[in-house]
């Protein structure tokens, strides 16, 4: 991801004209690519229910299901002259569209003015939605209103597949533009909220539009090779811009991140890249993997959906991964800065949140408890998915007020309820001549036990296909073909029927409509489990290379069922029972059966999202700290405010397209919502710490085997390069070059002359633990320290440089700080202390200066360091100033030696604090040059951020409880330092200039205050 990062900054330009030159022909695409959906493909292969519509294509041509018809329906106030007006105009208008006819009805009435007259029609073409679309546009159809003729006595309807296809592509357009109506108002509101900038909103919100542009270009492109079901433009406006948002959020709020810890900003947006980069692309890969599971179930309306979503979630990854590092590269400081009226999203961005750190400390004190509760809650919710019945049916996604349910009603009306839908029986005789008189007695014992079958009106006459080999019988039902009663027909048929001709001398298939329903929906029930096993199987694969953790995979993979069974129930009370019809989600009696294998594989996808996201902040932390409460109680917190800003966004995307789209969109979009609302809630906040808690000593097991086999996902920010003259080298025997009470600060300071005299003794360790908190030189030699990157990378047997100090004599580090009983601020004035929370930050909090001599590292990062030992030695200048303790323990960073170690020392944006709490404990006239010169690198707004933040790093002793940040301000208002006039001082420290030195400081004060607003 780095060397994309670098690539990406450098020719930005070019990544934003690749990108325009593929979204300016997308425009046109997307506006065009309603015409090539289709509202079927809910066909199985291998089915009865294909066998036959196969057949009435090829060899009964006047039975094809491609059939369109017109109806006229009469007023009330209708005469004879107005229906026969009526149906003469609907004759003309079939003779005006090329390829169509009209075939004779036997059992149509002639037209009446109290009832409906229905004209069927037979097409040339199987393209029956355009045919479709232009009879709705001579009849007068207009969006969801009828026509009529000229005196409005009769109404004009267009039904059949064709018809139902061209109303749902215009539903669904109409229910898009609703949807982001609302969504995107909704988004920009939560991205302003998050980010405070107006610039920083508008990036993830454009490429969200993006997304969706392109892949709807995308989708047109297949359709024109395949077929593609009406239900993909939604799904893809969905997932397109609810992911693309989040992807590029998590991106940015890592930039962010990264720039308040004192980073360049072409360093933080390569920084964001290796960390959140790399999880989004982790994230898209395990929900397109996951996605593909559908491809299972077979079935052209389910494979283009998931096509369709699988479209969408990798454009979002690469929008995300290519254009948000580019824009970032040429608007990152706008992306950075706060807007000065938006005053409501000011709260603090970065760092670790106080709250969910003391809420993921209740919980993992509390894990069987807390474990428990969070289980019956999802349970509770899961429990009525048990009374889940599936069903299907395309006319259900229309309003009872729509002119394409009035049509079919208007039609059942005339011809029955099961009259446009019969059942076919298809009878074939593997000898042909299937009229001769031999095979009639099979055909009238077929047709006669068809009458005997529950729900049947009538059965027709058999019809023969043109090459004599079968004959087709047509039953009419008294029912809804969409009916579950209807199925019970089908399904009696197909056990009874068989058994009618002897064995071998005819094959007997059942299909038609309701045929066609029942062999989807029974192909769904029969194949989830295999889908559920499959994106199960890919989640945990995925989670596996990620967090390189068998127990954390697992516990992922079943956290993710849990949300996803809650879904489920949720379907049942918002749909079936209908507990939230009140707000507009109508009661049904089935839920389609294409949302719950929808809904598993996008659930375990968008789950995976944020499981990722979290489980490898947790990980990246414990990879440098070695403490899983630690790494839990920080990738909790540090990642709690994206999650839940992500969340936000995508459960409102979710409702939105829930209350504007169709009811099979809505129960994808009210299932979604829930369980990502439930896991990043419930299982993100309660289940996965406590059950890290419970689990402590597995949640990182992996076998050796697997270890090594696994490929390595390195999380880890990029290390910024250094010069080996930033590097403490140091011979052996440092009392040789140093005297024995020689103060650290004074051994950093002679780096240069130590380098000279020793060049080839390095010692190179990652802790920060330069006051002792190493492990002993006995148990060093046993066990390599914990969290060392140095040590995991040493061949065995190598043994570093070390130096033995004896803090009793040498009085190096720990001995100067240990002998002071002086407070200064940092856990009660020891330094020892303060290292110990560096210590138990880097998993070695057991080593911490005990009996026997400790091991000091001695390589250090010269700079920061100083001031970082500055700031545990020095005291208050006045017994009147207020005391501040230190309240948490230093920020690090990892650095790259030239030698290729990692070493631990602390951030830019913390020694910008540790030089501010300087100022404040001695106030010398140093302090406030290296100030002026750290905010030069910077701009005095990044300053004011990092420092306005202080307060909670730092707490006052003192009964007066003065805020560090406020005493700050005014000490950086009017520098007044107390050894100003000292020539002495001045001399040493080279008199820089100070009206120059004020006047940084005075922009760093005025800044902080406009942050404080």
Not at 215 to 232: E, K, N, P
Not at 322 to 329: D, E, G, H, K, S
Not at 527 to 541: D, K, M, R, S, Y
Request: hydrophobic fraction near 45%; charged fraction near 20%; proline fraction near 6%.
């Amino acid at each position: 991801m780095m060397r994309l990062s670098r690539s990406l900054r450098k020719y930005r330009w070019l990544v934003f004209t690749g990108w325009l030159l593929a979204l300016v022909p997308a425009i046109y695409l997307a506006l065009t690519q309603s015409g090539n959906l289709t509202g079927g493909g809910f066909e199985v292969a291998g089915s009865q229910s294909l066998l036959v519509h196969d057949q009435l294509e090829e060899l009964y041509h006047d039975q094809g299901s491609s059939s369109l018809a017109l109806v006229a329906a009469p007023r009330p106030d209708a005469s004879y002259a107005d229906i026969n007006d009526a149906v003469a105009l609907l004759r003309r208008t079939a003779a005006e569209v090329p390829g169509v006819s009209e075939v004779p009805n036997p059992t149509q009435r002639p037209p009446q003015p109290d009832r409906p007259y229905v004209l069927s029609l037979r097409l040339d073409s199987r393209n029956t939605s355009d045919v479709a679309k232009q009879l709705r546009k001579k009849v007068g159809v207009n969006g969801d209103q009828p026509g009529q003729t000229a005196n409005g006595r009769v109404r004009l309807y267009v039904i059949g597949q064709g018809a139902l296809s061209a109303a749902a592509a215009q539903n669904t357009k109409h229910d898009i533009a609703a949807a982001e109506r609302w969504n995107l108002p909704v988004i920009l509101i939560v991205l302003l909220a998050v980010f405070g900038s107006l610039a920083a909103a508008a990036i993830p919100l454009a490429l969200g539009v993006c997304t969706v542009v392109v892949t709807m270009g995308l989708v047109y492109l297949l359709s024109a090779y395949t077929t593609m079901s009406v239900f993909v433009t939604s799904t893809v406006s969905m997932f397109g811009i609810a992911l693309a948002v989040d992807y590029s959020l998590f991106i940015l709020m890592r930039f962010r991140e990264e720039l308040r810890s004192g980073r360049e900003p072409r360093e933080a947006v390569d920084a964001a890249m290796a960390t959140s980069g790399l999880a989004v692309v982790l994230s898209g890969m395990t929900v397109v993997a996951s996605l593909t599971g559908i491809y299972v179930i077979n079935t052209p309306a389910l494979k283009s959906m998931a096509t369709g979503a699988i479209l969408a979630v990798a454009v979002a990854m690469l929008t995300s991964t290519t254009l948000t590092p580019a824009a970032l590269a040429t608007f990152g400081r706008s992306a950075a800065k706060r807007s000065a009226f938006l005053h409501w999203s000011r709260g603090p961005e970065g760092g670790q949140s106080r709250f969910w750190n003391r809420w993921v400390g209740w919980v993992m004190r509390r894990p069987w408890i807390s474990a428990l509760a969070a289980s019956l809650v999802l349970l509770v919710m899961a429990a009525p998915a048990a009374s889940m019945v599936l069903g299907n049916s395309l006319l259900r996604q229309f309003d009872s007020s729509h002119e394409i349910r009035a049509g079919v009603g208007a039609a059942a009306q005339a011809l029955g309820p099961g009259a446009l839908g019969p059942i076919r029986v298809l009878v074939t005789f593997p000898d042909g001549g299937a009229a001769s008189p031999e095979h009639s007695q099979t055909i009238g014992a077929i047709r006669q036990r068809m009458t005997q079958a529950p729900n049947i009106v009538s059965v027709a006459p058999p019809q023969f296909a043109e090459d004599n080999g079968s004959a087709l019988l047509s039953a009419v039902l008294s029912v809804d073909p969409e009916d579950m009663r209807a199925r019970e027909t089908v399904g009696w048929m197909r056990a009874q029927l068989p058994s009618v001709p002897d064995r071998g001398t005819a094959r007997v298939d059942v299909g038609g409509p309701t045929a066609l329903i029942k062999d989807f929906d029974d192909q769904v029930s029969k194949t989830e489990p295999l889908v559920l096993g499959i994106v199960a199987l890919i989640a945990f694969v995925m989670l596996l290379l990620s967090v390189h953790s068998v127990f954390l995979a697992l516990k992922g993979v079943l956290m993710t069922l849990l949300s996803v069974a809650a879904a489920y129930g949720s379907l049942v009370m918002v749909f079936q029972w209908g507990w939230l019809k009140d707000l507009g989600f109508a009661q049904i009696s089935s839920i389609d059966s294409t949302v719950p294998p929808l809904v598993l594989a996008m659930t375990f996808g968008l789950s995976m999202d944020y499981e990722i996201f979290l489980l490898t902040r947790i990980r990246e932390r414990f990879l440098h700290s070695g403490n899983t409460r630690d790494a839990v109680a920080y990738g909790v917190s540090t990642s709690a405010r994206t999650i839940t800003s992500a969340a936000l966004i995508m459960i409102a995307v979710f409702i939105g397209f829930a209350f504007a789209g169709m009811p099979l969109v809505a129960e994808i979009g009210v299932a979604c919502a829930v369980a990502i609302a439930v896991d990043a809630t419930v299982v993100r906040l309660v289940l996965v710490p406590a059950l890290m808690a419970m689990f402590a000593q597995w949640n990182w097991w992996i076998p050796p085997w697997l270890s090594r086999v696994l490929p390595s996902v390195d999380f880890d920010r990029p290390l910024p390069e250094v010069d080996l003259g930033d590097v403490v080298v140091i011979p052996d025997d440092i009392s040789a070059l140093t005297a024995p009470n020689a103060d650290l600060r004074m051994v950093l300071k002679s780096a240069a002359k130590l380098k000279h005299l020793a060049p080839d003794a390095i010692c190179v360790t990652d802790p920060l633990a330069f006051t002792g908190c190493g492990r002993s030189g006995k148990e060093r030699q046993g066990a390599p320290v914990q969290g060392s990157e140095q040590d995991r990378g040493r061949d065995p047997g190598q043994i570093p440089h070390q130096v033995d100090i004896d803090d009793e004599k040498a009085g190096v580090g720990v001995g100067a700080a240990d002998r002071r009983t002086g407070s200064n601020g940092h856990t009660n004035g020891t330094a020892k202390k303060l290292v110990g929370g560096l210590a138990s930050r880097n998993g070695i909090a057991k080593a911490i200066v005990g009996a026997g001599r400790p091991v000091h590292p001695v390589t250090l990062w010269r700079g920061r360091l100083s001031v970082a030992i500055d700031a545990l030695e020095s005291e208050t200048d006045t017994a009147d100033r207020p005391v501040y303790e230190r309240r948490s323990p230093v920020e690090t960073t990892h650095v790259q030696l030239p030698t290729g170690d990692r070493l631990l020392v602390p951030t830019g944006a913390e020694t910008l604090r540790l030089k501010g709490y300087l100022i404040m404990c001695r106030n010398s006239r140093r302090d406030y040059a290296d100030f002026a010169d750290m905010v030069e690198t910077l701009e005095p707004e990044t300053a004011a951020v990092v420092l306005a933040g202080m307060d909670r790093y730092y707490c006052c002793q003192s009964p007066r409880r003065e805020w560090i940040a406020t005493q700050l301000v005014r000490r950086l208002a009017d520098p007044d330092p107390c050894d100003l006039n000292d020539e002495q001082g001045s001399e040493a420290d080279a008199r820089p200039d100070w009206d120059e030195i004020r006047q940084r400081c005075l922009s760093v004060a005025v800044a902080m205050l406009e942050e404080a607003r």
